[in-house]
């Protein structure tokens, strides 16, 4: 649920988005007055004052649905539901079409637990403004609050795709799928208690809460059951691989491969844990077919210029560092800037020092960045959990 804070802050982006233009208020000079009032009394927070300033210019021109509209936005904010839903339903009648009544209308609603009337309200906001996150997300929310997870994931991914970085709806999104998901186990666990299945999602699970040992118990029970299933090895080769022990990752790999030879992306792991392992030719075979099969890799090419320098093929691992910088795009990643500073030491070893330079000077600038966003988003999620605990109060 969003809080009273975020609600009003929703109402304050609508109001300052209204075209309150001079001629929608040039019907009547007697009620301009209250409704300007009420405007920046609303934006200012004097919540009161603006419900007196749009109940008076209601009355001045019971014709004019916006004043209507916007006492029905300060009644959401002062969590006065009933008063809301008159005003924002007589502002309906007036204009069925006004853009925004029915989301409040909806959130008032919703304020009250009554979902059927919220849901409706929302929809017919969405089939108004079908492309408005913010209708969408609320219609969502409603629909997990009456239950069905179904629908409401459906509408939360079509809210993230119009926003997709907007936090509130990422995580009724998030909570849409997980109680699907939750659903579905648990049919699966009714319908038979002891399928392989069960004991992959109790691995999963287990892998997600870094309770190792348990994931890999789990994950060998299911193994046992469905030895040859496709996709069971690999998430046992990433639990060794999690716990450090390479040689058992590398031979779950291994199997994988024999179960599903076409797994591209457990090839690429069979190859660095073999770097790891310093079994570099097989890596290099490894992640030469890797490449064949996605040319332009930066991933595997970083690994194949490990595997290339380990064997003391310099001239070589430079120009796959090199693919690795060409191919990783403008996107700022690990393999960018480790490539950078591979790149460095080769060239340092091949007597070419401007060169060198000028690769560690990429990798220092690419890390201060890497280092500096790290510490805005930890920064950004403290500042989070401090105004979560301040709203809770």
């Not at 609600?7 to 208020?25: E, R, V």
């Not at 916007?70 to 069925?96: C, E, M, T, W, Y």
């Not at 287990?206 to 030895?227: G, M, S, T, Y």
């Not at 280092?371 to 709203?391: H, P």
């Amino acid at each position: 649920m969003l809080s009273r804070v975020a609600t009003q802050w929703l109402a304050l982006c609508w109001l300052a988005a209204m075209p309150l233009s001079t001629a929608m208020l040039a019907q009547s000079d007697a009620f301009e007055k209250p409704f300007r009032a009420g405007t920046e009394a609303m934006r200012s927070g004097n919540l009161e004052e603006a419900a007196r300033d749009f109940s008076q210019a209601a009355r001045l021109n019971p014709a004019f649905a916006e004043a209507d509209f916007n006492l029905g936005l300060v009644r959401v904010q002062q969590g006065q539901f009933d008063s809301a839903i008159a005003s924002l339903k007589h502002a309906l009648d007036l204009k069925p079409r006004l853009r925004g009544a029915n989301l409040f209308l909806g959130i008032a609603y919703y304020r009250k637990n009554q979902n059927d009337e919220a849901i409706a309200a929302l929809m017919r906001e969405t089939a108004i403004d079908p492309r408005n996150p913010q209708a969408l997300m609320w219609l969502g929310v409603a629909q997990l609050a009456k239950g069905d997870a179904i629908a409401a994931s459906a509408t939360l991914d079509q809210a993230a795709q119009l926003k997709p970085n907007d936090v509130d709806i990422l995580y009724h999104r998030g909570r849409a799928h997980m109680l699907i998901s939750k659903a579905s186990y648990e049919a699966m666990y009714k319908a038979d208690p002891n399928s392989w299945r069960v004991h992959q999602v109790l691995s999963q699970s287990f892998a997600e809460a870094d309770r190792l040992e348990d994931a890999i118990a789990e994950c060998q029970v299911a193994i046992n059951a469905k030895p040859d299933e496709p996709g069971l090895h690999e998430a046992l080769g990433d639990l060794y691989w999690r716990q450090n022990q390479l040689a058992k990752a590398e031979s779950e790999f291994q199997n994988e491969l024999k179960t599903d030879p076409e797994s591209t992306e457990t090839m690429y792991k069979l190859a660095v844990v073999s770097i790891e392992r310093s079994k570099t030719d097989i890596a290099s075979e490894l992640l030469a077919e890797v490449l064949k099969r996605s040319p332009h890799s930066a991933d595997a090419e970083y690994q194949l210029g490990r595997a290339q320098a380990q064997m003391g093929n310099v001239d070589a691992a430079v120009g796959n560092f090199q693919a690795a910088v060409r191919d990783s795009g403008k996107s700022d990643t690990e393999t960018l800037r480790q490539s950078y500073y591979q790149l460095a030491q080769l060239y340092r070893r091949q007597q070419k020092p401007e060169q060198s330079r000028v690769a560690l000077e990429a990798f220092l600038r690419l890390k201060q960045q890497a280092d500096a966003e790290q510490s805005q988003n930890l920064q950004d999620k403290l500042r989070r959990a401090a105004q979560s605990q301040e709203t809770a109060r």
